[in-house]
Nanobody
Framework: QVQLAESGGGVVQPGESLRLSCAASGNIFSTMGWYRQAPGKDRELVATIIGGGSTNYADSVKGRFTISRDNAKNTVYLHLQMNNLKPEDTAVYYC????????????WGKGTLVTVSS
């Protein structure tokens, strides 16, 4: 059974950094990425990475966030390095992974909370 588990969330001050990680069981994914949802707001796509390594970012995080992935034998590790964090980055961050044999099948993690506050 496919499982995605995020880690690395926490409370930081503006200008600080955090690194989120997502461990996805099985090496069977094409596109992977991160969404976030702030209180009272719609879910927002933050960053994506495809199998070949191409990346895309929301305008609000370009130049500050970096997405990367490490493919191990039975697990894929997805990371989101977040630098120069701002209060508006406060949200629950969710990782997702699309099944390589059927991109309509998307797996989700349960989310990790990032709070940026002085």
């Amino acid at each position: 059974q496919v499982q995605l588990a995020e880690s690395g969330g926490g409370v930081v001050q503006p200008g600080e950094s955090l690194r989120l990680s997502c461990a996805a069981s099985g090496n069977i994914f094409s596109t992977m990425g991160w969404y976030r949802q702030a209180p009272g707001k719609d879910r927002e796509l933050v960053a994506t990475i495809i199998g070949g390594g191409s990346t895309n970012y929301a305008d609000s995080v370009k130049g500050r966030f970096t997405i990367s992935r490490d493919n191990a034998k039975n697990t894929v590790y997805l990371h989101l390095q977040m630098n120069n964090l701002k209060p508006e980055d406060t949200a629950v961050y969710y990782c997702y992974a699309d099944f390589v044999y059927d991109p309509r099948t998307r797996y989700w993690g349960k989310g990790t909370l990032v709070t940026v506050s002085s």
